[in-house]
């Protein structure tokens, strides 16, 4: 969270009450490589920030073959 608040804070200042209060309605969630974490045609209503790793978004033809659409660091 320290770079998040660094990156919030070019922005706006934020004291520590406040910096709390905002945090707490973020969830850690550590996630497994190889885990979808969401399908094609569902509603995505979430924040994901990426800490380590990479993400991507996929599609698959109807040979089964995987074309990356678009990588997140």
Same mark, same amino acid.
């Given at each position: 969270?320290?770079?998040?608040?660094?990156?919030?804070?070019?922005?706006?200042?934020?004291?520590?009450?406040?910096?709390? &209060? =905002?945090? !707490?309605? #973020?969830?850690?969630?550590?996630?497994?490589?190889? @885990?979808?974490?969401?399908?094609?045609?569902?509603?995505?209503?979430?924040?994901?920030?990426?800490?380590?790793? &990479? =993400?991507? !978004?996929? #599609?698959?033809?109807?040979?089964?073959?995987?074309? @990356?659409?678009?990588?997140?660091?």
């Amino acid at each position: 969270m320290k770079y998040f608040r660094k990156l919030v804070e070019q922005y706006i200042s934020v004291d520590d009450k406040e910096w709390s &209060l =905002a945090c !707490s309605g #973020f969830n850690k969630v550590c996630v497994k490589k190889g @885990t979808i974490v969401h399908l094609a045609g569902d509603v995505f209503s979430d924040i994901w920030f990426i800490k380590s790793g &990479l =993400a991507r !978004s996929y #599609f698959m033809d109807i040979n089964g073959r995987d074309f @990356t659409w678009q990588l997140y660091f």
